[in-house]
């Protein structure tokens, strides 16, 4: 079955520490997203990337940076620099893009908490 | 910034009752719209989505959703709900102008009592 993975399902993270929250996808889909979500507040977009070797920031971009060397993994690394890492990451991809009318298939997410 | 508004953050109803989900957006040009679903243990999964032609559209399980323009809004509506239909629905939107920048509503809990 094609999908979205993502590992670990939880994750601790101790202060100071950067971690790498990983996402693969074996639909060959071009787009992948990352997003946050916290309680009463919905989806907020950290980057999104259209093509291997290529990402731009999305709206809560500070304390993040990704990657994009494969067209099927995207992994999202939570830096020191980020002051309230503690949510629930989702990644995302769709198939083409560009095409605004293709909706995101998304993986199970990452709970990462601060010890 | 573009912003999207869901009305209802909980909602809870029995089984059979008409739903009604409020979404609203604050962009002034082409947007597509999307609703998703949540159910309790699953993954976000797309419930259905407009991008151009009838405003009115259909998607799975029952639901259809209306683009009213003029209101810079996409409702989802169910006749009759089923306790099945528990979950957390999420409003989307990306401006045809602007690729990669969903913005989605803080989500509305539904709980459909039996």
């Known amino acids: 079955d094609g999908g979205i993975t993502q590992s670990p399902k939880y994750l601790f993270r101790k202060e100071g520490q950067n971690v790498t929250l990983s996402c693969e996808q074996n639909?060959?889909?071009?787009?992948m997203y990352w997003y946050r979500q916290d309680p009463g507040q919905g989806l907020r977009l950290i980057y999104y990337s259209q093509i291997v070797n290529d990402f731009q920031k999305g709206d809560i971009a500070e304390g993040y940076s990704v990657s994009r060397e494969k067209k099927e993994s995207f992994p999202l690394t939570v830096t020191s620099a980020q002051k309230n890492p503690t949510a629930f990451y989702l990644c995302?991809?769709?198939?083409?893009?560009?095409?605004?009318?293709?909706?995101?298939?998304f993986g199970d997410g990452t709970r990462l908490s601060i010890l | 910034a573009q912003s999207v508004s869901q009305h209802n953050h909980h909602v809870i109803l029995s089984e059979a009752a008409s739903l009604e989900l409020g979404c609203n957006y604050s962009y002034g040009g082409t947007v597509n719209l999307f609703w998703y679903v949540q159910y309790p243990g699953q993954h976000l999964q797309l419930l259905l989505k407009y991008f151009s032609g009838d405003p009115l559209v259909k998607g799975i399980k029952g639901f259809e959703a209306e683009f009213i323009k003029s209101k810079f809004s996409f409702n989802l509506r169910k006749p009759s709900v089923q306790w099945s239909d528990t979950a957390e629905y999420f409003c989307a939107v990306i401006p045809t102008d602007s690729w990669g920048k969903f913005q989605f509503g803080a989500g509305t809990q539904v709980v459909v009592t039996p």
């Open positions: 639909l060959n889909h071009d787009a």
């Open positions: 995302a991809s769709s198939v083409t893009a560009g095409a605004f009318n293709q909706p995101q298939h």
